[in-house]
């Protein structure tokens, strides 16, 4: 891959934006934070965008009287969605990192990802493993380590249309690529991650880092935790990318797998009428 060195990755051009969205969090956004100023890659801003917290979240971030952290305080809770929107749209830096409240980076983890970029040119976005801490003590990691590894770099497209590879806080993308795909499309309030990697996925290539960047921790209240709003994000998605899930050849096993999940939840009926509304003759 040849040899990457200080010189042709630490110039005016290799300044990261990074995006932290949060919503009353106060008793955890200092570990994200101190995770991200603790890192060796020094040429960054740090973006916290406040979706409307109640709390002491604008003391937290104050109290850090660090240059590099811009403060942006929306006036009501709009969702993560928004936050980010608001995020990539006051970046300064051609390349952007996303952070949530409620995680750890690790150590090198920005790094990592900048010489991978400086290593191959054509790549636009840049993620790694997480690792998952559940609330009963339990781990595990995101993406599952059971895809090959050729599955989860290059144009990753066809794998993304099975499941979601990359996690939120483990992505450093190209600004020119998030012009491409498009911002995060609000209506979304869950998932609206994946659907955007979707659209990333489709238009530039991917680099996967194989070592753990992220630590993950589970949260009584996170909206992952709202099977509703996880189901009905699901159906959605699989309505706006059914025709592309038939060209390669995915859409009957991801329906099978969302049926068997429902079925496992006790709502099988819901779901299979609501999928039966957005697939129409695609199945």
């Given at each position: 891959?040849?040899?990457?060195?200080?010189?042709?990755?630490?110039?005016g051009?290799?300044k990261?934006?990074?995006?932290l969205?949060t919503?009353?969090?106060?008793?955890?956004?200092?570990?994200?934070m101190?995770?991200?100023?603790?890192?060796?890659?020094?040429?960054?801003?740090?973006?916290?965008?406040?979706?409307?917290?109640?709390?002491?979240?604008?003391?937290?971030?104050?109290?850090?009287?660090?240059?590099?952290?811009?403060?942006?305080?929306?006036?009501?809770?709009?969702?993560?969605?928004?936050?980010?929107?608001v995020g990539?749209?006051?970046?300064?830096?051609?390349?952007?990192?996303?952070?949530?409240?409620?995680?750890?980076?690790?150590e090198?983890?920005?790094?990592k990802?900048?010489?991978?970029?400086a290593?191959?040119?054509?790549?636009?976005?840049?993620?790694?493993?997480?690792?998952y801490h559940?609330?009963?003590?339990?781990?595990?990691?995101?993406?599952?380590?059971?895809?090959?590894?050729?599955?989860?770099?290059?144009?990753?497209?066809?794998?993304?249309?099975?499941?979601?590879?990359?996690g939120?806080?483990?992505?450093l993308?190209?600004?020119e690529?998030?012009?491409?795909?498009?911002?995060?499309?609000?209506?979304?309030?869950?998932?609206?991650?994946?659907?955007?990697?979707?659209r990333l996925?489709?238009?530039?290539?991917?680099?996967?880092?194989?070592?753990?960047?992220?630590?993950?921790?589970?949260?009584?209240?996170?909206?992952?935790?709202?099977?509703?709003?996880?189901?009905?994000?699901?159906?959605?998605?699989?309505?706006?990318?059914?025709?592309?899930?038939?060209?390669?050849?995915?859409?009957?096993?991801?329906?099978e797998?969302f049926?068997?999940?429902?079925?496992?939840?006790?709502?099988?009926?819901?779901?299979?009428?609501a999928?039966?509304?957005?697939?129409?003759?695609?199945?």
């Amino acid at each position: 891959m040849g040899e990457v060195t200080g010189d042709n990755i630490n110039d005016g051009d290799q300044k990261v934006s990074i995006v932290l969205p949060t919503y009353n969090r106060a008793n955890l956004l200092g570990r994200a934070m101190e995770s991200i100023l603790a890192q060796s890659w020094r040429e960054f801003e740090l973006i916290v965008v406040d979706d409307g917290s109640t709390d002491r979240t604008q003391e937290v971030v104050d109290s850090y009287g660090e240059e590099r952290i811009r403060y942006i305080k929306l006036d009501r809770n709009y969702g993560a969605a928004h936050a980010r929107n608001v995020g990539i749209g006051s970046a300064r830096y051609p390349y952007i990192a996303f952070h949530d409240s409620d995680d750890v980076w690790c150590e090198g983890k920005l790094d990592k990802q900048m010489r991978a970029l400086a290593v191959s040119g054509q790549v636009g976005m840049v993620y790694g493993y997480c690792k998952y801490h559940g609330l009963a003590g339990e781990t595990d990691y995101f993406p599952r380590r059971e895809i090959a590894k050729d599955k989860k770099r290059g144009f990753i497209y066809p794998t993304m249309l099975e499941e979601n590879l990359i996690g939120m806080p483990a992505v450093l993308v190209r600004r020119e690529c998030i012009d491409k795909a498009g911002l995060f499309r609000e209506e979304f309030r869950s998932l609206e991650d994946y659907e955007w990697f979707l659209r990333l996925s489709r238009v530039c290539e991917a680099e996967f880092i194989d070592e753990v960047l992220v630590n993950v921790y589970a949260q009584e209240e996170s909206v992952n935790r709202n099977l509703s709003a996880n189901f009905s994000a699901r159906c959605m998605l699989i309505g706006m990318y059914k025709h592309e899930m038939v060209q390669y050849g995915v859409l009957e096993s991801v329906v099978e797998e969302f049926l068997g999940e429902a079925k496992y939840l006790g709502c099988q009926e819901e779901v299979a009428a609501a999928l039966c509304q957005v697939l129409g003759d695609s199945k």
